[in-house]
């Protein structure tokens, strides 16, 4: 089974008036992670970014001052996605909405595409003990973020991966199949 596992950064919490400033994400198949095959961009947002995510995530207005707008981002990662189901961190509740949003405020038809938040793959391994951010999971599966800076979307993608590749693997050993119920959330059509 081929998933890219993405996450994304963003001037702020709301979809429907924040724009996102990085995207990253790397492709899993087979239970393998391909590093080889990762995705990462900054994204301009046509706007300053403020000091509190200036520091919450490591990305600065000189970042994105160059960086593709976020219609050209969000086709370049449609076509690198292809036709790959999605996994995110707390996506169903933020990264798949601004994707959502972003691509239809900046003119792009939208198609589904195949879903899992991989919080779903911790609520089943671990039930309603303890939470099921990032940080907990990462406790849980004994992750360690050296080298990783954590709220950078390319960092916060090498510990996703890992997480998830360990939590499938202990749901079931088959990457043939996702092991939770998977959704879908809509991507830019290109």
Not at 45 to 55: A, E, K, L
Not at 86 to 94: D, E, P, T, V
Not at 119 to 137: E, I, P, T, Y
Request: hydrophobic letters at 40%; a neutral charge.
């Amino acid at each position: 089974m081929d998933v890219v596992i993405f996450d994304l950064e963003t001037t702020g919490l709301s979809p429907y008036s924040e724009e996102i400033i990085q995207i990253a994400a790397v492709r899993m198949r087979g239970g393998q992670i391909l590093c080889d095959e990762a995705y990462d961009t900054y994204v301009n947002p046509g706007r300053r970014i403020s000091s509190f995510i200036s520091n919450y995530t490591g990305i600065s207005n000189a970042h994105v001052q160059n960086a593709p707008t976020p219609k050209a981002a969000l086709a370049q990662f449609a076509a690198y996605v292809g036709d790959s189901m999605l996994i995110a961190h707390n996506g169903q509740r933020f990264d798949m909405p601004f994707i959502r949003e972003s691509s239809l405020r900046h003119g792009l038809p939208v198609r589904e595409i195949g879903f899992v938040d991989s919080m779903k793959f911790s609520r089943q391994l671990w039930g309603g003990r303890g939470g099921h951010g990032l940080d907990a999971v990462m406790t849980r599966l004994s992750l360690n973020a050296a080298g990783a800076r954590r709220h950078d979307a390319r960092g916060d993608v090498a510990i996703l991966a890992e997480a998830v590749r360990r939590m499938w693997s202990q749901l079931t050993p088959d990457f043939s199949a996702c092991p939770v119920a998977c959704g879908s959330g809509m991507m830019p059509l290109v």
